[in-house]
């Protein structure tokens, strides 16, 4: 098995709260290869990550609460500190807050190993997903 096989049958779970952000995320990660589980807000992805253990979590940062995204994230690395968490959101166009993960401070209290702003496109998506996954 090659490496890019490996990194494509891994499992993704994909949160957020827009259903259409979460159908089209899902498809293309499916058309990757990947094997996606989806939420619809926090409640819900702490249930999915009672039932399976993801290889990775793509999560948006505003859902139910403006910091329900961070909140996802400690709870996935409280479970396994392992696993990459990629935080995608619109919270810079929407209130000129930026975050970043780049520094070891930053990851101490955001938790997440990777920031995408909204709009993602699907190869950076992807790109980003294999990068962590192969780290």
């Known amino acids: 098995m090659n490496a890019e096989t490996a990194v494509q049958n891994k499992t993704i779970l994909l949160v957020d709260d827009d259903e259409d952000y979460l159908l089209q995320t899902r498809m293309q990660l499916e058309a990757a290869g ?8 926090l409640g819900e992805a702490d249930a999915k990550l009672a039932e399976t253990n993801p290889d990775l979590v793509v999560a948006d940062l505003m859902m139910e609460y403006l910091d329900a995204g961070f909140v996802l994230c400690h709870h996935v690395k409280k479970r396994n500190p392992k696993t990459p968490v990629i935080l995608v959101t619109a919270v810079t ?6 975050f970043e993960s780049t520094t070891g401070d930053e990851r101490s209290w955001i938790k997440a190993d990777a920031i995408l ?3 993602v496109r699907a190869e950076q998506l992807r790109r980003e997903i294999g990068r962590l996954l192969q780290g």
């Open 34 to 41: 990947f094997k996606v589980v989806t939420a619809g807000g």
């Open 93 to 98: 166009s929407e209130t000129g807050m930026e």
């Open 117 to 119: 702003t909204k709009p």
